[in-house]
């Protein structure tokens, strides 16, 4: 008699997540799912005005839900975001990557269905959100970065009229903003003409001479050209004054974020450089840093207070979103990629980011590239073996390391220096020779110093 066979049935996904609902972000309209055990009508369209939100979370609160997922679309999140989150809902943000539909099925319901099927089973991961100050923080560091960029397109602008008008200053002074330059322009715009006069706002830093600064100033004044420059001047100065008034905000909000955590800025540590980059900020960015965080970032080469405020703006002060140094790297793509179907490395190339954190700290690893540090010892090491690209990635993802470490452990930075490197560098290579030669039966000696010989 032949033993009955059981019959194994399908695994089932249980649901998590009692309360999940989904929206599908739109700009003229969103589509909100939910439980389709609790109401008869699961699927309902919103409006985006403010009162359309109101209305949105009302009928969530009424159904019981407590976490909404929602896809990062555009700039047209925002508002439903900060709208939930004030009414007590846990809102995340998804990757749209990550909650794709089945294809041939593409409706505004359908997503939004699926979407909350997704969330409820507990298969969805959120997106990094900072804290609402430091949100705050990045909105004002982002417009100011904005104005950054409208005022550098003024300052071309200037220099195709200086250039039109024959005036060859950005030959004999290095920045045309600078202390001489801009002397230099806003007298030929009040309409001074002599030479003597204009040579004579040479500051005693500018490395060209007096006569040079004539010879070049000696050019055609045609009216057309003196009034675009100096519709220019006015331009640069109006965001000039715009990012003076996004500092103040800055300022404000380092100063709150500060209040609450009483570090001492006598603890601070001895500046390492005194330079100050064009274009920062007019405060005194590295002690509000040091009031707010408790270390010194600038400490780390490559990050100067401005990029550091910049970075903190990104990734917040708090960085338990991220087990380990790795996980950081990962969230940045810095980290190499796994490409490893049937056991074979197809690749290990980087995944490409938007983020505006692994840019900065790509610029800091271009920076580094030319100082005489361990970092920058890395990087010229690795651009002449794998060439520059992968070089800065690298090292971008060194600084991030260490940009994790001081911050999540209070480590402190010390650089040991680019001979140090070498020769750290120098012994691991030896030591791996003389391990590959021991294994084919050989044995490495160092050569003895060879006499000098001399020559009659």
């Given at each position: ?7 194994h ?6 649901t ?29 369209a ?70 909350r ?45 200086l ?53 070049a ?20 100065d ?6 003076l ?43 509000a ?168």
């Open positions: 008699m032949m033993a009955k066979q059981k019959t049935k399908p695994a089932v996904i249980e998590v997540n009692i309360g999940a609902a989904a929206i599908d972000v739109g700009s003229r309209e969103h589509m909100a799912a939910v439980n389709p055990d609790v109401t008869d009508a699961p699927v309902r919103f409006g985006t005005f403010t009162h359309d939100l109101h209305d949105l979370a009302d009928w969530f609160k009424s159904l019981g839900v407590t976490s909404v997922a929602m896809e990062s679309t555009g700039v047209y999140w925002i508002p439903a975001y900060e709208i939930l989150e004030q009414h007590g809902f846990e809102v995340i943000l998804v990757n749209a990557r990550y909650a794709k539909n089945v294809p041939g099925r593409k409706t505004d319901v359908s997503d939004a269905r699926w979407l099927q997704l969330h409820s089973y507990g298969l969805l991961r959120g997106s990094f959100r900072p804290s609402s100050q430091i949100a705050t923080l990045r909105a004002y560091l982002r417009q100011r970065e904005r104005l950054v960029e409208y005022a550098a397109a003024h300052i071309q602008h200037m220099q195709k009229a250039m039109e008008m024959n005036l060859q200053l950005h030959h004999v002074v290095s920045d045309i903003t600078g202390v001489t330059g801009m002397k230099i322009i806003r007298a030929i715009v009040a309409g001074e003409r002599d030479l003597d006069v204009l040579a004579s706002y040479r500051d005693v830093r500018c490395r060209a001479s007096t006569e040079t600064i004539k010879a100033l000696n050019g055609n004044d045609r009216p057309e050209h003196v009034f675009a420059l100096t519709q220019s001047l006015e331009l640069y109006f965001y000039q004054a715009k990012m008034e996004c500092d103040r905000h800055l300022e404000t909000v380092l100063e709150t974020l500060a209040t609450d955590q009483g570090h001492d800025l006598s603890q601070m540590p001895k500046i390492r450089s005194k330079t100050k980059k064009a274009g920062a900020p007019s405060f005194d960015v590295r002690a840093l040091f009031g707010v965080l408790g270390v010194d970032l600038t400490q780390i080469h490559g990050m100067e207070p401005s990029l550091s405020l910049k970075l903190v703006g990104e990734c917040g002060t708090d960085l338990r979103a991220w087990p380990s140094a790795k996980h950081f790297t990962s969230w940045l793509c810095l980290a190499p990629g796994n490409k490893i179907p049937g056991g074979k490395v197809l690749s290990s190339r980087t995944r490409r980011s938007s983020s505006h954190a692994a840019a900065l700290l790509r610029l800091a690893a271009v920076t580094i590239g030319r100082s005489d540090t361990a970092l920058g010892a890395f990087y010229r090491r690795l651009a002449a073996r794998a060439g520059k690209a992968k070089a800065v990635t690298a090292t971008a993802r060194k600084i991030a390391v260490l940009f994790y470490n001081t911050l999540r452990h209070g480590m402190t930075y010390q650089d040991p220096g680019a001979a140090h490197y070498e020769e750290r560098h120098r012994n691991r290579v030896l030591g791996n020779l003389k391990r590959r030669a021991k294994s084919f039966g050989y044995d490495l000696q160092e050569l003895p110093p060879q006499a000098d010989i001399a020559v009659f």
